[in-house]
């Protein structure tokens, strides 16, 4: 059951994101409009409609998170960086990138972005249930207030100071940005991260004991082991990054040669390589690499003229690493290489494989 529940399903696609959510969010989804619905029943006076009311808005606010979590991936988009995904769980969500940032300008830009749109739902929202009172709709009123008190305090939260909250990526953003190494920076945003968890594990435990509230207590503690669990994971990714070398994770390089025609590695590459660069090598030489994106920058009626030498980016210090290179140092160069990949090289410069 427990890996049941974490089975993923995709639930649409947004400007060509796929959205995904776990069978655990539906479970929320029934709670949450279950409690929702207690709330506004005394004003609705009516199990139907408030059940109803209270559906509707529990799906409003898990769209609510989703544009949260669409703000980051557009700005992240806008920094060159290729969205992966959103996912939706029980506990908020989640927009996973296909590499990190390259600066602290666009870690921070992507990391504000989420919570800055969460306070301006706030703020219509808030606009909204002005409104309702104003036309004298109590209940109306009410659920928009929920609604703007929900958004406040999401971004609120995620503004705490620890990974992988959108706080602690700020704070992450600033340490990198004076001179931390990333990965240490993720290291003790993370270590952040697992103390705001216990602590709110710690609160949970504190609510349901002196004041009873069980409910309260139980989501506080539920958030808590899920923030720690978070950040304990993307603690243990970075050490073992920091310990492994670049053959702990490279591939077999499927190389093109300078002299092949585009056509050639149209026809006959990228039907069965599917990978966005690609080593341009003689006799195991490197010379250079070869850009999906930079193929595509060329006319189709000019493939069978253009060859691979006058496309490919030629061989530079941060297009390959030697082998033994710590795997960290070569995710670290590739965050400022531009291109997002590098070659594997032995000591005698032959190429031997490609991250």
Same mark, same amino acid.
């Given at each position: 059951?427990p890996g049941?529940?974490?089975?993923q ?10 959205v ?5 969010? !539906? ?9 929702t ?5 005394a004003l ?8 109803i009311l ?7 606010f898990?769209?609510s ?8 991936a557009?700005?992240? #988009?806008?920094e060159?960086?290729e969205?992966? &995904?959103?996912?939706?769980?029980p ?5 996973r !990138? ?7 300008r666009?870690?921070?830009r992507?990391?504000i ?15 909204l249930?002005?409104?309702?009172n104003a036309?004298g $709709? ?6 928009f207030?929920?609604?703007?008190? %929900?958004?406040?305090?999401?971004a ?5 100071p620890?990974?992988?909250?959108d706080?602690?990526r ?6 990198? *940005?004076?001179? *931390?190494?990333?990965?240490?920076? $993720?290291?003790l ?10 602590g709110?594990?710690?609160l949970?435990?504190?609510i ?5 509230? !069980? ?11 899920f923030?720690?669990?978070? %950040?304990?994971g993307i603690?243990?990714?970075? #050490?073992?990054l920091? #310990?492994d ?6 591939? @077999? ?10 056509q050639?590695v149209?026809?006959n590459?990228?039907?069965f390589?599917?990978?966005?660069v690609?080593?341009?090598?003689v ?5 250079g690499? @070869? ?5 595509k920058?060329v006319?189709?009626?000019?493939? #069978?003229?253009?060859l ?5 980016r ?5 297009? !390959?690493? &030697?082998?033994? $290179?710590p795997?960290a140092e ?5 965050r $400022? ?7 594997v090289?032995d000591?005698?410069g ?6």
């Open positions: 059951m049941y529940f974490k089975r399903m995709e639930l649409m696609r947004v400007s060509g994101i796929p995904r959510i776990d069978y655990r969010w !539906f479970l929320v989804l029934v709670l949450m409009s279950l409690i619905a207690t709330s506004i029943n609705a006076k009516d199990l139907s409609l408030s059940l209270g559906f509707a808005a529990t799906v409003i898990f769209g998170i989703l544009l949260h979590e669409f703000a980051h557009i700005i992240a #988009r806008m060159g960086l969205v992966l &995904e959103i996912v939706l769980h506990f908020g969500g989640l927009a !990138f296909r590499h990190e940032p390259k600066t602290p666009a870690e921070f992507i990391a972005a989420g919570p800055a749109a969460s306070f301006l739902l706030a703020l219509i929202f808030t606009g249930m002005a409104a309702a036309a $709709t109590d209940i109306l009123a009410v659920l207030f929920l609604l703007a008190l %929900a958004n406040f305090l999401l609120v939260f995620n503004m705490f620890g990974y992988p909250l706080g602690g700020v704070l992450r953003a600033y340490l990198w *940005k004076n001179g *931390k190494d990333l990965n240490d920076a $993720t290291i945003t993370g270590l952040c991260g697992q103390y705001i968890g216990a709110l594990i710690v949970g435990l504190v349901v004991v002196a004041r009873g509230e !069980f409910f309260t207590g139980f989501w506080a503690m539920m958030v808590g082991v923030l720690f669990d978070s %950040a304990r603690i243990r990714e970075v #050490r073992s920091q #310990r070398v670049v053959e702990d994770s490279m591939k @077999l390089a499927v190389s093109v040669l300078p002299d092949w025609t585009i050639h149209v026809d590459v990228l039907t390589a599917r990978q966005p690609f080593p341009v090598a006799d195991k030489q490197l010379y690499m @070869l850009l999906l994106r930079d193929v920058a006319a189709p009626s000019a493939w #069978r003229e253009r691979v030498r006058d496309v490919m030629p061989v530079r210090d941060d297009y !390959f690493v &030697e082998t033994g $290179t795997l070569a995710h670290s160069l590739m $400022t290489n531009k291109i997002g990949a590098l070659a090289v000591s005698s032959k190429l031997v494989g490609c991250i």
